[in-house]
């Protein structure tokens, strides 16, 4: 416990003299409060000045915001990541008690216990929809693997911050799965269903409704995201070995 609160305590400090990361740590916030006070607004005044329903579109914007602060937790602990390995905190604590291994495992665990939480915060705390705790717990669990993967796909592949930063971009484009799986009413969406997004907005979708399917959708989810994961900690590893 006291390792882990010695990181947090470096995070913190990293974080707030970056001020790309620490944009970053507040666009959550943002988000939760354009959903609960922007979006609400806008559903009156297109309502009463252009008689057209948001409502119907509350799903599909409540699914898809939740998973982008997933995605900046984990572009966060992975610039992190880079920053440590650039002064070679890394190896540094490689001959440390804590080692490699645990540096890692603490890493992607914070990411992802941070980005589990804040899901019920956007579920539950803009009002927008409504979800029964079954279904939300394994979403926010499916949803929150993607901080983890995040952060690893800029540790195994990004050469330093600034292009931590351009691959954070490239995660960006996996995030359009949750438009086609709602706006794309045909097998094409399938093209879209190695993206791990893909199989969490589906799960949504049958949450939604009570369909039986969730639960294989939500474990197929699971299998993706994992997969990636495993992929991406060989690259890790191997990288910094």
């Known amino acids: 416990m006291k390792k882990i609160l010695v990181l947090s305590l470096g995070d913190f ?91 890692t495992a603490y890493k992607l665990f914070a990411s992802y216990v941070i980005s589990f939480l804040f899901v019920f915060v956007v579920i539950y705390g803009t009002h927008l929809m409504t979800l029964e705790i079954i279904y939300t717990i394994p979403i926010a669990a499916a949803i929150a693997l993607e901080a983890p993967l995040c952060s690893l796909f800029l540790a195994a592949f990004a050469e330093n911050k600034v292009a931590g930063l351009a691959y954070g971009k490239i995660i960006g484009l996996m995030y359009i799965a949750p438009f086609i799986v709602f706006f794309v009413n045909s097998n094409w969406q399938l093209l879209a269903s190695p993206l791990p997004p893909y199989w969490i907005a589906k799960a949504f979708i049958a949450a939604l409704g009570k369909e039986t399917l969730f639960w294989p959708y939500i474990l197929v989810g699971f299998a993706v995201h994992v997969g990636f994961a495993v992929i991406l900690l060989k690259k890790f590893f191997k990288a910094h070995s």
């Open 13 to 103: 400090r990293n974080i707030a003299r970056d001020a790309t990361m620490l944009l970053m740590l507040f666009a959550p916030l943002a988000i939760f409060l354009l959903l609960r006070f922007a979006v609400p607004a806008a559903t009156e005044f297109l309502q009463n000045e252009h008689d057209f329903q948001l409502v119907p579109y509350y799903a599909f914007i409540v699914c898809f915001m939740s998973m982008i602060p997933t995605m900046l937790f984990g572009l966060i602990f992975g610039l992190l990541i880079l920053d440590e390995r650039d002064e070679d905190i890394i190896t540094f604590i490689t001959v440390t008690p804590l080692g490699k291994s645990g540096y």
